[in-house]
Nanobody, 120 residues
Framework: QVQLVESGGGLVQPGGSLRLSCAAS??????????MGWYRQAPGKQRELVAAITSGSSTNYADSVKGRFTISRNNAKNTVYLQMNSLKPEDTANYYC????????????WGQGTQVTVSS
């Protein structure tokens, strides 16, 4: 099994920044982890992909966050990051780290989620 633990959420004013981290542990070779990613879910809405990064560091982003969010990874630490800049109230959601086989949006393993609230 693979365990994912997120950190870094919180309350921030519009226009501010936050950095989320996700540390992976466990037997990452149980299944091949081709990519890690971040999803988010706001109240009353479906969970949506925010960004994903492959083992080769190729990235893809939701249109709503392009130019504002950056996903990166440290393979030595089995950690993925999401740098969020120019945050908007509509970015408010519970953010989930994920890992798995699908390079466009991995969904085999999930973290417990971290809340991001953008409000003045």
């Amino acid at each position: 099994q693979v365990q994912l633990v997120e950190s870094g959420g919180g309350l921030v004013q519009p226009g501010g920044s936050l950095r989320l981290s996700c540390a992976a542990s466990g037997s990452i070779f149980v299944i091949r982890i081709n990519a890690m990613g971040w999803y988010r879910q706001a109240p009353g809405k479906q969970r949506e992909l925010v960004a994903a990064i492959t083992s080769g560091s190729s990235t893809n982003y939701a249109d709503s966050v392009k130019g504002r969010f950056t996903i990166s990874r440290n393979n030595a630490k089995n950690t993925v990051y999401l740098q969020m800049n120019s945050l908007k109230p509509e970015d408010t959601a519970n953010y989930y780290c994920s890992a798995g086989r699908n390079v466009l949006g991995p969904t085999d393993y999930w973290g417990q989620g971290t809340q991001v609230t953008v409000s003045s």
